[in-house]
């Protein structure tokens, strides 16, 4: 902080004014100077809630908004934390990809691992940064501002990593281009042996019935046929999310497109598999994760159990209904296209 305000001497006294200096930073493209400035304005006033905005507003731009929700999931985090103490031991070197606010590698180095971690975001890796340092962690976590895609061995590491982590999952599962991130960093990046974290992962799939089946594909708006729009929505359509109640399960789950991020080829890109209905009318395929991080440990974010997970269970509607009768085979096609996953649903 003392070094931050030595650089920026006019504003060391003016918490205001440091906090309008974080954003002309940010704007100016210099996020680890815009972090530590907007670091230094709300401790110099924290009180003051014109200062927290200001610094709070140009800092969080552009931050997705999953990341505290993230931080919060503590099933998720428990399976990290059960995974990285069987795996890591002292002095192993590390690899994680997607820093966010560098739980993992907290939990690594604190294993007595030497993290490289990397995260596009220079705000975000800045935050992380200060997280490692106020946590007495900084001297065994090096957080590198770069895609895992950019980063060079004999530059940005010493040697090929020992363990490889990651959270890429998205809702879908393959999300942040996850299939070419990591067959990039298992060919370039760490030892032909290493382990990888989580190593498998894979879709849960059921048949639903909503409550509110209006809502999804569009047809008539206010009188007027808005039908040729649904092409053009978002194909991996995280439209509606269950929980409770709005959605009642009509199958028995299934499973597609699992992951083996250890194997030579990591899974198929499309998958059918037959789901046998409960009977009654089905408005789409609801679908959520299930990873599993080796030796028993597993997460499934079901929103049909007592998940709290901050992932959500998209649900894929179908183009239209389908009346069924207790016993009725449905299938059920998932496709991976173009890193989006397309799922949908027609009579056996």
Known sequence: MIDILQRYPNVADEPLAMAMLCQTLKTKGLAGDAYALG????????????????????????????????LRDAPRNACYSQAIARLVTPGMRVLEIGTGAGLLSLLAARAGAQVITCEANPV?????????????????ITVISKYSTELEIGQDMAEP??????ELFDDALFGDDIVQVMADAR????????????PRAELRCALVALDHPAEWPLGMVEGFDMSPFNLLAAPSPAVLRVRSDGATRRSPPTSLLAMDFEAPTFGPTQETAVLISDGGVIHGVAQWLRVDFGADVMFENSPFDESRSHWGAPIH??????????????????????AQLLISARRA
């Open 161 to 166: 990593a020992d363990l490889l982590m990651s």
């Open 317 to 338: 509607p179908l183009s239209e209904p389908i009346e069924t009768v207790a016993g009725e085979a449905i299938e059920v096609t998932a496709r991976l296209v173009s």
């Open 124 to 140: 975000i890796a800045a935050a992380a940064r200060e997280i490692a340092q106020r946590n007495g962690l900084a001297d065994r």
């Open 187 to 198: 060919g370039r990046l760490i030892r032909p042996d290493a382990p990888i974290l989580p």
């Open 39 to 70: 670091l230094a304005a709300v401790a110099a006033a924290p009180g003051n809630t014109d200062v927290r905005d200001l610094v709070r507003a140009a800092l969080s731009a552009g931050v997705p908004h999953w990341h505290a929700p993230m």
